[in-house]
């Protein structure tokens, strides 16, 4: 069984090192793990053909684990949700993570600070006056509702936040259960 | 032909007239338009349920506008995002417009600031050491990649960045020449 592996720790200057870690973890649990920048080498270093390589492992995968921890802002790294609502709907299950346990309402809010408002039904929104998810999820309900409910969230100090596989070993743990025993 | 419309602007307090303007915009395209607020009043109220609504109405679409304009952060809405690679995946041709003009490189280099570095092959890397993708793309590369080339962009004002519609109709524009014309 092959597991995609999504998320940004791949820009991190040790991303093939964590990706070692991951593939270890993933082979430990039974699974063969797909990482993007597993074959770095000879991986192409131009932007479509990163693309269509990332396309042909979640084509080649049985199933995914997404990092889903936030990037560069309050909610998950685009092309980690991009890839998600991919292998989603070629009907592989999809387990996901965060490094950050609070919820993503929780988040924006903390983000949003002074800026924050309250509407008349009770609703937050944010300094843009863009209204707040009040779903108690860890993400946007199109990441949460696609992915194995519910998201494994795990609080990692924020030095170890892209690295932190504790979340990760869960995930794996379910994916496990689900599919090998 | 169906054309659904992705973005983050169903989180705006006038998230339905924005809706209406932008699938009026599609009628006069030819096109009809899908759009998550579109049946507000009966729309469900909980996560799953809306969940389920828009992956009904991507199933039924025959292309996609997605907005990908800057969210909560330096790049697009996660949820959009997963949308995205939805759409894709079941063989949508999806077009997609950002109302900010900077590509991702120049907008999280300018959000890093002084805490921007650089490595020794030209490279850029964020506060947390995390690599900015080169490329010269409007965003992630598994965004740009995915959806038509290049992404439209247009430097909306501020305060109507989630409501501008010129790069929505020149998407529009190009849909209707590669779909209907």
Same sequence: chains 1, 2.
């Avoid at 192409?44 to 990037?71: E, H, K, S, V």
Wanted: charged share 25%.
């Amino acid at each position: 069984m092959k597991l995609y592996l999504a998320g940004p720790e791949v820009f991190l200057p040790d991303a093939v090192a964590v990706g070692r870690q991951k593939l270890a973890l993933c082979r430990a649990f039974g699974f063969t793990g797909l990482y993007a920048l597993e074959t770095e080498e000879v991986a192409p270093r131009d932007a479509p053909g990163i693309y269509q390589t990332c396309l042909a492992m979640m084509r080649q995968a049985d199933a995914a684990i997404a990092n889903l921890t936030p990037f560069r802002g309050s909610g998950a790294d685009p092309g980690t949700a991009m890839e998600v609502g991919f292998l989603v709907a070629r009907g592989k299950p999809v387990w996901a993570y965060s490094n950050v346990a609070a919820t993503l309402e929780d988040r924006v809010r903390a983000d949003a600070g002074a800026r924050l408002t309250r509407e008349r039904d009770g609703g937050w929104r944010d300094q843009d006056g863009l209204a707040i998810e009040p779903f108690g999820l860890a993400e946007n309900l199109m990441l949460a509702c696609a992915t194995k409910l519910p998201i494994v969230v795990h609080d990692a100090p924020a030095a170890a936040r892209y690295r932190d596989l504790t979340a990760f070993r869960t995930c794996l743990e379910h994916a496990r259960a689900a599919l090998l025993d």
